[in-house]
């Protein structure tokens, strides 16, 4: 999968039916496919506009790498999209947020060239180190008000899941990459981003895709919550996804 940096995931529908989104990011975004568990998500709550997605991953990857390899720019402008999400690797917000501010900045400006809008896939602490997440959730703030752009807040709803239930594990064995709840957690979060709607009701059967063919014939359970888990899970995410548009608009204005 890491030598995969390109991979198409889109339902045969017309364009204006669709809202178009690229991914670019690397593992904490193609673990458990998140892209395409996304568009199950928007499926199962039968939206007139369904969702269509690419990715441009490469493991371990900066916004930087990405800048300089040239992929994510090339399909960026070769296609139309609603929305752009930029995922930066894991740790670099904490340990050089100024690196991060400058390739951000970059995308951003090409996003808007393009007339897309900017999504920060703010990401989440690792599980031995939660301290962090506030200086993660602080760097990715700080540039999406500098931006005006969209912030997906899948850590601090990774954090509030967490404090909620205990016994929800998030987190795959390394104590870094997402397992699959952790990855419908951040599902829910961009479903709920992109569509402004409530993620009340969405599925709670949590899918995967046959990657080699990622159709929606080819889907693989990871796993199922409880009515009680998805229900507090998208309780959560609703009222985050709310607090966080109201606080950036009250801050544009």
């Not at 039968?46 to 090339?74: C, D, F, I, Q, S």
């Not at 947020?97 to 007339?115: C, G, H, P, Q, T």
């Not at 999504?119 to 939660?130: H, I, R, S």
Request: some cysteine; charged content about 20%.
């Amino acid at each position: 999968m890491l030598g995969k940096q390109i991979q198409v995931n889109s339902f045969p529908v017309g364009e204006q039916q669709a809202i178009r989104v690229l991914f670019i990011g690397n593992s904490y975004t193609y673990f458990n496919d998140l892209p395409w568990l996304t568009q199950q998500l928007a499926a199962s709550a039968k939206e007139p506009k369904t969702l269509e997605t690419e990715m441009v991953v490469v493991g371990g990857a900066t916004l930087k790498n990405h800048w300089k390899r040239g992929k994510a720019l090339r399909l960026l402008k070769a296609k139309r999209w609603d929305y752009v999400v930029l995922q930066e690797q894991s740790t670099l917000p904490i340990t050089n947020s100024k690196e991060m501010y400058k390739y951000a900045s970059l995308f951003d400006a090409k996003i808007k060239r393009v007339n897309s809008q900017t999504v920060f896939y703010l990401t989440w602490a690792k599980q031995n180190q939660p301290e962090t997440q506030q200086i993660l959730t602080d760097a990715y703030m700080s540039i999406a008000k500098e931006l005006n752009a969209k912030v997906a807040p899948v850590g601090i709803a990774w954090q509030k899941v967490q404090e909620a239930n205990v016994k929800l594990n998030l987190y795959s064995c390394d104590q870094s990459h997402p397992s699959p709840i952790g990855s419908y957690v951040a599902a829910c979060v961009f479903y709920t981003t992109f569509y402004e709607n409530s993620p009340i009701g969405l599925s709670r059967r949590i899918y995967s895709s046959d990657s080699s063919t990622p159709q929606e014939n080819n889907k693989i359970e990871l796993e199922s919550l409880s009515e009680t888990d998805a229900q507090m899970i998208q309780d959560l995410v609703k009222h985050i996804v709310r607090n966080n548009s109201e606080v950036s608009i009250q801050e544009s204005e």
